[in-house]
């Protein structure tokens, strides 16, 4: 059965390097629950701290609201999955999974039971006389996936499962593995420092720097309206504008950007006249102007990459870094060539506005919804 797991106010040090730092979260019973950031932000320690490979030296972690941290990890029940796949080559892959099975001291009819039915939800079947070296990258991963949840583990545990794969193996497991997990409906906590894999697989993504947690969110609410300029910068890419307010209205105000063009924002905190923002625009966020009539932002094309159904232009505005452009084909009335002159306006649905001082969201209903216990 799925199981919540409460991570109340841990910490973890290695003598005067805190790696970990007063962290506090909720992860919720079937949910699948990333914790993405750059490396060194302390994601795989959270992680093994949850497993017990880690101590945790200050808070709680616990299961359904039974503490775990004393429970050694042979008493812990979750299933781990890591990057090597770390299954064993003289067994083969029907071995391989009743390995744990065995473990537990259960009917022969009964791990033959569990065994042919994981393999058939992993799709392995076919391959159960294998050994590891006759598999795929991709194959010997299910079979791990299917090894870690065969003994019907309260959580599952996914250390960077896909990084030692192809571009392409990683694109078809993360799909198998959002399915099964679902199939599953295990509480599963995954690792990763890809943005895209954890955009495309996760519930709800926790986005970790230093040691804390900056935001947790959905995949699609966390790239639309990130807490920070931190998250901003990290999940996809931003063009980063100067701006200030100069009007103010019920839930929104005029904002000049690069004291050049007067963006009208609504859907916003309180703003104050004169105060100084930050402007984040995505890419496909700009929206592209032949000529230089009109308000707007004027440029000049630097590069252009013609990508199939997108193009992305490098833009000189004559600002402190050239901004990145992103433009759908299919409905681009022109693809324009370097030195081409252009004017460039945004979609003020879509841009955030971030306090200059503190870079934290302006946007209404944007939290961070990091626990504070």
Excluded at 275 to 296: A, D, H, M, S, T
Aim: charged fraction near 25%; glycine fraction near 8%; hydrophobic fraction near 40%.
């Amino acid at each position: 059965m799925a199981v919540s797991i409460h991570i109340k106010n841990v910490m973890k040090k290695y003598e005067d390097n805190t790696v970990i730092r007063d962290l506090t979260a909720d992860i919720e019973s079937g949910e699948l629950f990333t914790l993405l950031g750059p490396s060194g932000c302390g994601k795989t320690t959270l992680l093994r701290m949850i497993a017990g490979f880690n101590s945790v030296e200050h808070g709680t972690i616990a299961f359904d609201g039974a503490v775990i941290n004393d429970i050694p990890v042979h008493r812990r029940s979750f299933g781990m999955v890591f990057q090597n796949y770390a299954i064993f080559p003289n067994m083969t892959v029907y071995r391989n999974i009743e390995y744990g099975l065995k473990n537990k001291h259960l009917a022969r009819d009964e791990i033959r039971r569990r065994v042919e039915e994981i393999m058939e939800v992993v799709q392995i079947t076919q391959y159960q006389d294998r050994y590891p070296d006759k598999l795929s990258g991709g194959q010997q991963q299910r079979v791990a996936l299917a090894r870690a949840i065969a003994v019907r583990p309260q959580v599952l545990l996914m250390d960077e499962p896909l990084s030692n794969l192809d571009a392409k193996l990683r694109l078809e497991m993360r799909e198998a593995i959002r399915d099964i997990q679902k199939k599953i409906g295990i509480t599963t906590v995954y690792v990763t420092h890809d943005q895209e894999e954890a955009l495309a697989i996760s519930d709800r993504i926790a986005i970790m720097n230093r040691g804390d947690i900056q935001q947790i969110e959905t995949p699609e609410r966390i790239y639309s309206r990130p807490w920070n300029t931190f998250v901003a910068n990290f999940i996809g890419h931003s063009n980063r504008l100067r701006g200030v307010v100069e009007q103010t209205a019920d839930g929104g105000g005029s904002v000049k950007v690069e004291g050049r063009m007067s963006i009208d924002m609504r859907g916003t905190r309180p703003l104050q006249p004169g105060q100084e923002l930050l402007v984040y625009v995505r890419p496909e966020e700009f929206i592209i102007n032949q000529g230089q009539e009109g308000e707007g932002l004027k440029g000049a094309v630097r590069v252009k990459q013609f990508l199939g159904r997108y193009v992305n232009y490098i833009i000189d505005l004559g600002t402190a870094e050239p901004v990145e452009v992103t433009s759908d084909t299919n409905s681009a009335l022109k693809i324009y060539e370097p030195g081409d002159e252009v004017l460039l306006t945004v979609n003020t649905r879509r841009i955030n506005l971030f306090t200059a001082d503190t870079e934290i969201s302006l946007m209404e209903g944007v939290e961070s919804n990091v626990l504070h216990a």
